[in-house]
């Protein structure tokens, strides 16, 4: 019974103890032999202050790591002491510091070749690194040897000894294991998913050496694909005889339907006029990779346009695409022109594409009395085009998905007209840019450039702008040029992940060598986007002015439109 009582004093006085120990945080400083050491070690940066006992110790160990790792390796830990309630103090000998370490190496299972971003000093037989950096360089050569297809290398330095009195030496056992390769590719969830995806844009393939980083970066591309994204990262089963991947992916509703309407006053009538134009994309259906989009606007100056584009990415499973496209454009009863082109692009990867092919222009005129319109002629025209373009997405932000977008294409060719041939060569640049100041503002640009250099012009071959796809506040396709370039610039602040509202600020200057005109034009405005339901809902008011002309409202123009995904 006495020893019972004994006991439980004990235990309550050894708790009361306790929590008044460890209620108190404890201080640590590390000392070493010298002032010297003491200095040295300071300069390494330790924690000085913990909550418990058990962190302040593994602190003291952990800087023992690192001045092994920084060349001390015979330094030594002479004991930690308890100076009082609060403060222990530990002591080390740091000893001498080896600088430089030797390490002799199999050169057939490490290349020379791939020493040499590693180390300045390379034999046939070994490299020289210094200590500090041996576990990164050990890391670096282990990659290395996954990227052949043996993903379970293991590396260990043997025989570690002093070579002088400032460098050690050690030998490079490498165990390879199995060399792996991609025996099979797997995908859940999106069963359909196009495999000249992952041959070609993912650059992932069977029977090529298993390097899971590489796979890894490999798939996060996945998610630069409008229809398709990666629900999880990849994972790979690994049996005696085979290596199987498998992709976790879902497919993402991508078609799209695109419509807007605007609405200002005539200057000549003072009535009121309606334009817009709808646009249908759809992506993906056949589960192929292809695109379809179909435009079609009218504007208030009795102008019709309906243009079809096709893209075909990796026809026949090669690595080559192409893309058709069908142009038709109606001036009120003065002209039509067909504009039809073919071309063959190749991905380069998920950002770059190039491409070429050929262009084919057809007008005619359709008026009876030619003296009305005395340069609207019969023509056509051939062109043989390069391109190239650039896409850089912002696949987390629906308000703004794409943060960098560039595409030019040059063109070579000829006008036919009553049997004469005219040598042309044409342009057009595009390029915007979205730069994110923070999470809520940004600054949005735009630039549009087209033209064609030739000796003798028509009107009915001349570029057509204006209106909310370029500068806003003109009417739809109202300016005519044989030369136009076009800056658009948005501030825009984004108030709710759903909702945005901007400024506008357009310029561009045009020149139309027909009637010797060489202009400038102004657009402002203000507009804002909104994300809902039904897709994405923007509105934009605009006042266009040319350089010499003051702003009137009555040259405002309006535009509603609306992006839905279906």
Excluded: C, W
Aim: hydrophobic residues 35%; positive net charge.
């Amino acid at each position: 019974m006495q020893t019972y009582k004994s006991f439980v004093v004990l235990l309550l006085f050894h708790s009361i103890f306790s929590t008044y120990i460890y209620g108190q945080d404890l201080n640590l400083i590390i000392k070493g032999e010298s002032q010297k050491e003491t200095s040295l070690i300071d300069s390494l940066g330790y924690k000085q202050i913990f909550d418990n006992y058990l962190a302040l110790e593994q602190e003291v160990y952990q800087l023992h790591n690192v001045l092994q790792k920084d060349g001390y390796i015979e330094s030594k830990l002479l004991g930690l002491t308890k100076k009082n309630d609060t403060l222990f103090e530990a002591q080390f000998s740091l000893r001498k510091k080896y600088d430089t370490i030797y390490i002799y190496y199999n050169n057939e299972l490490v290349k020379k070749s791939q020493l040499k971003n590693l180390s300045t000093s390379i034999t046939d037989t070994y490299f020289t690194i210094p200590i500090s950096n041996t576990e990164t360089v050990l890391n670096q050569i282990n990659q290395n040897i996954s990227k052949q297809g043996l993903p379970f290398t293991t590396l260990t330095l043997s025989k570690i000894k002093k070579k002088d009195d400032h460098n050690l030496e050690a030998h490079l056992i490498i165990d390879p294991n199995q060399k792996r390769s991609i025996d099979t590719i797997v995908i859940k969830g999106y069963d359909k998913f196009p495999e000249s995806f992952l041959k070609h844009f993912l650059k992932l393939k069977k029977n090529e050496h298993l390097n899971i980083t590489d796979i890894t970066k490999k798939t996060e591309l996945i998610n630069s694909i409008p229809f398709a994204n990666q629900n999880r990262s990849p994972e790979i089963l690994f049996t005696k005889d085979s290596s199987t991947v498998y992709l976790y992916l879902k497919k993402n509703q991508t078609n799209s339907f695109d419509g807007f309407l605007g609405f200002g006053t005539n200057e000549t009538t003072n009535k009121l006029e309606f334009d817009g134009y709808l646009n249908l994309n759809l992506i993906n259906n056949l589960n192929y990779g292809e695109s379809i989009n179909l435009k079609y606007k009218s504007d208030e100056n009795d102008q019709k346009t309906f243009n079809i584009e096709t893209r075909l990415p990796y026809i026949f499973k090669s690595p080559i695409g192409l893309d058709l496209s069908l142009n038709i454009f109606k001036k009120d009863s003065s002209f039509t022109t067909t504009d039809q082109s073919a071309k063959l692009f190749y991905q380069i990867n998920n950002k770059h594409i190039i491409n070429a092919g050929v262009l084919s222009i057809k007008s005619n005129n359709l008026l009876t009395n030619e003296s009305q319109q005395p340069l609207v002629k019969d023509f056509a025209t051939t062109y043989y085009n390069i391109g190239y373009e650039y896409l850089d997405r912002q696949t987390d932000d629906q308000l703004f998905p794409i943060n960098f977008l560039f595409n030019s294409s040059l063109g070579f060719g000829f006008r036919k007209k009553d049997n004469q041939k005219q040598n042309q060569t044409t342009f057009n640049i595009g390029a915007s840019k979205i730069f994110n100041l923070n999470t809520n503002n940004s600054i949005f640009i735009n630039t549009q450039s087209q033209g064609t250099f030739s000796d003798t012009f028509l009107n009915n071959e001349l570029h057509r702008f204006g209106g909310i796809t370029n500068i806003r506040g003109f009417e739809e396709n109202s300016i005519f040029a044989s030369l136009y370039g076009i800056l658009s610039t948005e501030y825009r602040y984004r108030i709710s992940p759903s909702l945005y509202i901007h400024s506008i600020t357009d310029v561009a200057y045009f020149e139309n060598d027909i009637n010797d005109i060489k202009e400038k034009l102004f657009g402002f405005g203000f507009g804002f986007g909104i994300l809902t339901k039904a897709g994405l809902l923007k509105f934009n008011y605009a006042n266009g002015k040319s350089e010499d002309q003051k702003l009137k409202l009555s040259n405002s123009k309006i535009h509603l439109s609306l992006n839905a995904k279906f």
